[in-house]
């Protein structure tokens, strides 16, 4: 069986010749932390814990998929947010990381931050390619006003395939109807609550959208919160209030003062520098904080985590990777 702990250590680009060789220290934690194989222990014995299916942003980068976040309870996923590569990220996390409910004929709930494309590039992907899977079940997406609209198109846009998989040679009898999604637009509040589970849409800044999202998850053992994209927002602290897990965005604050005067001006209203993350973790009493959606702008992830401790962070600190589990 393929070892979950090399895997990870491929996927995070860390400095290894093989399986057999001895871990280095994880670059994604500071402080004489655990190395990556405490961390994925750790966070295995959880009921609730943290699947980075994309940590990306806007830009390109091959090493990171755009940002999705897979919230696991027990046997069950809740995916937050579907940038690009969402599915394949999945798929990779539940084979090597042996975690079954990501496998794509299971993937069956998304919650969406707000509307920017780097965040729901995937969804025409976790719409369609789970139901060509064999998946049973329609999609359940929960987002913004706006997502009812934009869930109607992808579905317009692939009608082509959509008939042909139906209606021409390919067998499609138990599961013809999965591929229409089942939508919920909501401005705000309790958006699920089964089976021990409650998952709340928390209204955010982010710049100028009229609606954006953090969501905040509680299951049986942990509490966790998501930001999505965002600027300095107190929901966010009332949110976590003491949360096991805070997984919020970040921005490099030495090399903001690099960037252009029009772009400095966007990214103060719509994310998040280290320096106010500090004041916001600190102020929600967050138990562990995860950086992800990292815009490093030249700086790399321990460039990050000393901006963060050199602001005033003394909690566990980690900047999250794909395929992270925390």
């Not at 004489?32 to 750790?42: R, V």
Request: proline fraction near 7%.
């Amino acid at each position: 069986m393929r070892s979950r702990l090399c895997v990870a250590a491929t996927l995070a680009a860390f400095a290894l010749i093989g399986c057999d060789a001895e871990m280095a220290e994880d670059p994604q934690v500071e402080d004489g932390a655990p190395e990556l194989e405490a961390i994925f222990s750790e966070a295995m014995q959880y009921r609730t814990r943290v699947v980075m299916l994309g940590t990306g942003t806007p830009n390109a980068d091959p090493e990171r998929s755009g940002p999705a976040v897979a919230v696991v309870i027990d046997d069950q996923a809740f995916i937050f947010d579907a940038g690009p590569g969402v599915v394949r990220r999945a798929s990779k996390a539940a084979r090597d990381l042996e975690i079954p409910s990501l496998g794509a004929g299971r993937l069956n709930r998304v919650f969406i931050t707000h509307l920017h494309s780097d965040h729901t590039l995937g969804l025409p992907d976790l719409t369609l390619s789970p139901w060509v899977l064999d998946r049973p079940d329609r999609l359940q997406v929960v987002g913004p006003p706006g997502i009812g609209a934009m869930m109607d198109h992808i579905i317009m846009a692939y009608g082509a395939d959509i008939d042909r998989r139906i209606n021409g040679l390919e067998p499609r009898d138990a599961n013809r109807d999965a591929y229409l999604p089942e939508v919920t637009e909501t401005e705000g509040g309790v958006v699920y609550d089964q089976d021990g589970v409650r998952i709340e849409a928390i209204p955010i800044t982010h710049g100028d959208w009229p609606f954006s999202f953090a969501y905040k998850v509680t299951g049986p053992d942990r509490t966790i919160v998501i930001s999505g994209d965002a600027a300095p927002s107190s929901p966010i602290i009332d949110a976590c209030n003491g949360c096991d897990l805070l997984v919020h965005e970040v921005y490099s604050g030495e090399r903001f003062v690099t960037r252009p005067p029009e772009w400095q001006s966007y990214h103060s209203v719509f994310h998040t520098s280290p320096t106010e993350l500090v004041d916001i973790a600190t102020r929600a009493g967050a138990q562990k904080l995860v950086l992800y959606h990292q815009l490093y702008w030249g700086t790399d992830d321990a460039g990050l985590l000393a901006e963060m401790r050199a602001a005033g962070w003394g909690g566990p600190l980690h900047s999250a990777v794909d395929l992270g589990v925390y």
